[in-house]
Structure formats: structure tokens, C-alpha cells
């Protein structure tokens, strides 16, 4: 045998008395004992239960039209459709509304280039790099100065 140690699990609570007296409450009608001879002779005395309610037969639910299902599930997904197809030409337009921008930009930026460079101040009449010529003279493949 194993030894139990006794510990302490719980304070107990003081109850505290009602001011009024508690009085038992009885069923307005006890049921009928009932006794009941096992097989073996045995007889066991004890009081009938309620008989327990068997849950209602499950009844099938009323046959769906396929044809009606079809027609909704197209209909979702038609919706679903034009609602991305909305959405892509919205992304589409925003798109091509960035790309004219960008070149109304380009053109901006070089139109300006362009610009300075035509109307830019002049230093002087002549323009580019001078170079003096000076008339050589080729004999027999040789240049002579």
C-alpha cells in the first residue's frame, strides 16, 4: 500500500446563514417507482426517466434547379468580369496619362536644349574653330611648303 500524505487544498469558506428560513423544495407530483426482476432474480426498485425525445428525422432539402445555379453562377462571374475588365482600362488610362506627360517632359527638356543653343549669346561674327589656309604645293606625291 502506498502512503498518502494529506495536504491542504482549499480554505474553506464560513457560510453565512439567510434571513429567511430555506425551505425544501418539493416536485408537485413524484413519479411512480418502478420495480424491475433481473434475470438472475435480482429485483431493482427505482423511478422512471423521461424517455428521451428522438431527434426529428432529417428531411432533404427541396432539390435546386441546375439550370438556376448555372444562370447565378454566370451572373457572378459575369459581374466579377466587367468589374476587372473596369479596372484594367482605368490602370490602361492612368498609363497612357503618364506616358503623355512624360513627353510633354521630353519635349520640354529638349525643346529648351534646342533652344539655347540656337538663340544663345554670340561672342563674335564667326563661328566654330578658325583655321588659317595657307596654299600647299603637291610634286610627285611630296608636299613642298
Same mark, same amino acid.
Given at each position: 500500500?502506498?502512503?498518502? &500524505?494529506?495536504?491542504?487544498?482549499?480554505?474553506?469558506?464560513?457560510? *453565512?446563514?439567510?434571513?429567511?428560513?430555506?425551505?425544501?423544495?418539493?416536485?408537485?407530483?413524484?413519479?411512480?417507482?418502478? +420495480?424491475?426482476?433481473?434475470?438472475?432474480?435480482?429485483?431493482?426498485?427505482?423511478?422512471?426517466?423521461?424517455?428521451? &425525445?428522438?431527434?426529428?428525422?432529417?428531411?432533404?432539402?427541396?432539390?435546386?434547379?441546375?439550370? #438556376?445555379?448555372?444562370?447565378?453562377?454566370?451572373?457572378?462571374?459575369?459581374? #466579377?468580369?466587367?468589374?476587372?475588365?473596369?479596372?484594367?482600362? *482605368?490602370?490602361?488610362?492612368?498609363?497612357?496619362?503618364?506616358?503623355?506627360?512624360? /513627353?510633354?517632359?521630353? #519635349? /520640354?527638356?529638349?525643346?529648351?536644349?534646342?533652344? +539655347?543653343? /540656337?538663340?544663345? #549669346?554670340?561672342?563674335?561674327?564667326?563661328?566654330?574653330?578658325?583655321?588659317?589656309?595657307?596654299?600647299? /604645293?603637291? &610634286?610627285?606625291?611630296?608636299?613642298?611648303?
Amino acid at each position: 500500500m502506498t502512503d498518502h &500524505k494529506l495536504t491542504h487544498v482549499h480554505n474553506p469558506i464560513p457560510l *453565512t446563514r439567510p434571513s429567511a428560513p430555506v425551505v425544501p423544495l418539493q416536485p408537485p407530483s413524484l413519479p411512480d417507482a418502478q +420495480t424491475v426482476q433481473l434475470p438472475d432474480g435480482r429485483l431493482i426498485t427505482g423511478y422512471a426517466l423521461t424517455p428521451v &425525445k428522438e431527434p426529428e428525422p432529417h428531411r432533404p432539402r427541396p432539390a435546386i434547379n441546375p439550370l #438556376a445555379v448555372n444562370i447565378a453562377l454566370c451572373g457572378i462571374g459575369f459581374a #466579377a468580369a466587367c468589374g476587372g475588365l473596369l479596372l484594367l482600362t *482605368t490602370f490602361i488610362a492612368a498609363v497612357a496619362a503618364l506616358i503623355q506627360q512624360l /513627353v510633354i517632359l521630353a #519635349a /520640354v527638356i529638349f525643346g529648351g536644349l534646342i533652344a +539655347t543653343q /540656337v538663340l544663345g #549669346a554670340h561672342h563674335s561674327r564667326a563661328r566654330g574653330t578658325v583655321v588659317n589656309i595657307r596654299r600647299a /604645293v603637291f &610634286k610627285r606625291n611630296h608636299f613642298h611648303n
